[in-house]
């Protein structure tokens, strides 16, 4: 007898299976409205979002003009968030704060709405427009809402995609530094500067635009030099002026050195020619 145990208990929990799906198949199917809503709020507290918001989606046409209306579509959208349909929860939590926004679940919709373009953001190599976009959401959030409780977690998400927003340039005017072309790297790394002046690759940025400006003189023409190499000099007072204790500080006295140097030689060979 005992060798059949482990079968009729295998049989047993596949009968309970099919039991559970032809029921949630027969919800499919019935036009009971009451009970199909009834039973998507069950599943959903009992975080089965696929089949909560499979009968939601269902649901959403029919309920229009009832009670249960405004807590199905905020339920729906949530489904979508909590399967990581990001883009579809941001949509619908969107849709939701614009159709109901008096509702009790408008802060937390519109925050919702945040949230998931948050989590839609890719990789800071990739094309950051959907990061763009949620930073514009998240502002919007903060200033619709400013004593919100999701404040600091919104605010946290803002910063995060700010760095995202600031590796992804940083590394852009990187590559024209370890290109060589040295001229397109000092401007990218004046406009990091400008965009992102409290970035924690302010630092960084300063050093790769020092040495970029002090190797574009180095290559450049006799005509353009003397002018180059003074620019670098300048680069390097706004260097350590920002940066006293910069682990890079010898490599930019270097540079500056050897800037100096440069320029003085040139003004010799200035006077010498003049005579």
């Known amino acids: 007898m005992l060798s059949f145990r482990p079968a009729f208990f295998v049989l047993l929990l596949s009968a309970l299976l099919l039991g559970s799906c032809s029921g949630y198949q027969k919800l499919l199917k019935s036009t009971d409205v009451n009970k199909k809503y009834e039973a ?5 507290e009992k975080g089965d979002y696929f089949k909560a918001g499979t009968l939601l989606e269902e649901l959403n046409p029919l309920l229009k003009g009832r009670p249960e209306a405004e807590k199905a579509q905020f ?3 949530n489904t979508n968030f909590q399967q990581r349909n990001y883009t579809l929860s941001a949509y619908y939590f969107k849709t939701f704060y614009e159709t109901y926004p008096n509702s009790q679940y408008a802060e937390e919709s519109a925050f919702m709405q945040a949230k998931s373009l948050f989590r839609d953001s890719p990789d800071y190599q990739l094309d950051q427009t959907n990061t763009i976009a949620a ?7 903060l200033n619709r809402f400013p004593e919100s409780r999701f404040r600091a977690e919104t605010e946290g998400m803002s910063q995060e995609l700010q760095k995202k927003l600031e590796n992804k340039d940083f590394r852009a005017a990187r590559l024209y530094y370890d290109l060589r072309y040295y001229q397109s790297a000092v401007t990218a790394f004046t406009g990091f500067q400008q965009q992102y002046p409290a970035s924690g690759l302010a630092e960084q940025a300063a050093f790769y635009k020092l040495s970029a400006q002090h190797d574009l003189a180095r290559e450049s023409v006799e005509e353009k030099q003397r002018e180059r190499y003074l620019e670098a000099i300048a680069f390097y007072q706004n260097f ?4 006293p204790q910069s682990k890079n500080l010898k490599e930019a006295e270097r540079m500056y050195e050897n800037a100096r140097d440069e320029v003085a030689k040139i003004k010799s060979a200035e006077s010498t020619a003049a005579k």
């Open 240 to 243: 350590v002026d920002a940066f």
């Open 75 to 77: 339920y729906f959208a």
């Open 40 to 44: 998507a709020i069950q599943y959903y």
């Open 135 to 141: 930073l514009e959401v998240i502002q919007d959030f």
